[in-house]
């Protein structure tokens, strides 16, 4: 490849989850869905790139929580408990707190319900069999501007393709863009 800067990424396939869920891959590479459950990019990362941008906006059905997430490879998530490790600082309100979190999964962008919340994740080196380093900003109109800064770090040595995200109540709406940064 010969282009530099951000380059729109299309995903090979988009698995979905829920009811009535949808999600359409369009032209430009971009992910519409609604209604999901759970929905999976297979095929962003790879050895083009070594570092990634996913900027998301959601509408959720459910009030204030963030998405969970995961990478994934040849489409199936990595669940390995106490692999994400997450720092994180949330601002609601008058309110600041922090903390810090062992997880199975990572934290992608806080919905508020009826609401438009927007993302952007940067990952960096996804697609090398080396842990891998992320982080996220997201705002929300939920009780008044809610901010969240994540930072997290995924401690197994896998390469990933890809990535899935899913709420743990309700569904979400909205659009999805990857981006991969030329080395």
């Known amino acids: 490849?010969?282009?530099?800067?951000?380059?729109?990424?299309t995903p090979t396939s988009v698995n979905k989850t829920g009811g009535s869920s949808t999600a359409t891959i369009s032209?430009?590479?971009s992910v519409s869905f609604g209604l999901c459950e759970t929905l999976r990019l297979n095929g962003v990362f790879s050895a083009d790139y070594d570092n990634y941008m996913v900027v998301i906006?959601?509408?959720?059905?459910?009030?204030?929580?963030?998405l969970r997430a995961r990478f994934s490879?040849?489409?199936?998530?990595?669940?390995?408990?106490?692999?994400?490790?997450?720092q994180y600082l949330d601002v609601n309100n008058t309110s600041v707190q922090g903390g810090r979190s062992l997880l199975d999964y990572f934290s992608f962008v806080v919905g508020a319900n009826a609401l438009t919340s927007g993302s952007v994740v940067h990952f960096y080196g996804p697609h090398l069999a080396q842990p891998t380093a992320m982080r996220e900003v997201s705002?929300?109109?939920?009780?008044?501007?809610?901010?969240?800064?994540f930072a997290h770090t995924h401690n197994q040595s896998t390469a990933y393709d890809g990535f899935s995200f899913y709420t743990y109540t309700g569904t979400v709406s909205g659009r999805v863009a990857v981006y991969g940064m030329r080395k």
């Open 57 to 66: 906006w959601i509408i959720t059905s459910a009030n204030g929580y963030a």
């Open 139 to 149: 705002a929300a109109g939920y009780a008044n501007a809610y901010i969240d800064d």
């Open 1 to 9: 490849m010969s282009k530099n800067g951000l380059i729109l990424l």
């Open 27 to 29: 032209a430009n590479g």
């Open 73 to 86: 490879s040849s489409g199936v998530d990595n669940s390995t408990a106490n692999s994400y490790v997450r």
